[in-house]
């Protein structure tokens, strides 16, 4: 089995030079929603669920893939990404000099999020709980002997999931195994609509989690490109 993770394609984070809480997408960010569309249809490997966060951005990303493959949305609301403090009203300019000045935070604080926000730890628990949750209704669990590794009694097939870059990262993370940091999505870097291949594979008498593709771009053009 594996898991395609795909992030959405690009927001509109401003309208009017006023921040969005919840965006569409560009035109841009349709365009890639639509070339994502394209490719997944036409890969050999059939994907049988298509699992969406409840954002309108990842929404919008995945119909045009549900069209393609005829899979119907499934939205799990706990994969939505990390839940910035609430800026409707606030300049675009404002929100880019708050992320600015915040960046050099120490790690405790990076821990607690931004003020009004959600906290690095909720969300990192969020995650991974959807996660080890939607595979476990799948029959997919950690070996009880080794959490390392995984069982997967039956194969699902493809599984498709479109989200977040913080989101995707986390989930990358934990799948791998790595520590959890407060800034999971700068030590996994994903463009707008890329994919992110896991396979699990046979191994040590259960499964591994493989990391088979990463910030793949390869169905957009680089002139139709962002992050």
């Known amino acids: 089995m594996d898991i395609l993770f795909v992030r959405h394609g690009q927001p509109q984070w401003a309208v009017d030079g006023l921040s969005q809480v919840d965006p569409h997408l560009t035109e841009l960010g349709q365009l890639q929603a639509d070339l994502a569309a394209e490719r997944i249809a036409g890969e050999n490997g059939t994907a049988c669920e298509l ?5 309108i951005r990842a ?9 393609s493959t005829s899979l119907a949305i499934n939205t799990i609301d706990d994969l939505l990404e990390i839940q ?3 800026w ?11 992320f600015r000045t ?13 003020p009004g926000g959600e906290s690095f730890r909720d969300f990192h628990n969020r995650v991974t709980s959807a996660l080890d949750g939607l595979l476990a209704e799948r029959g997919i669990t950690r070996s009880a002997g080794d959490p390392r590794l995984w069982e997967v009694p039956q194969d699902p097939g493809r599984i498709l999931i479109i989200a977040h870059g913080g989101t995707n990262s986390v989930c ?4 791998m195994g790595t520590p959890p940091s407060p800034w999971e999505w700068e030590k996994f870097v ?3 609509a890329s994919f992110a ?12 989690p493989s990391l088979r593709t990463f910030n793949d771009q390869d169905h957009i053009p680089r002139s139709q490109r962002s992050r």
């Open 51 to 55: 699992i969406v966060s409840p954002a």
């Open 59 to 67: 929404q919008e990303t995945a119909l045009p893939i549900s069209r």
């Open 84 to 86: 910035m403090p609430d």
């Open 88 to 98: 409707r009203g606030v300049t675009e300019e404002a929100v880019i000099k708050i």
């Open 102 to 114: 915040t960046r050099h935070r120490a790690p405790d604080e990076w821990w607690e999020g931004l």
């Open 172 to 175: 990358l993370a934990h799948l």
């Open 190 to 192: 994903l463009f707008h």
């Open 197 to 208: 291949r896991v396979k699990f594979i046979p191994l040590a008498g259960a499964h591994v």
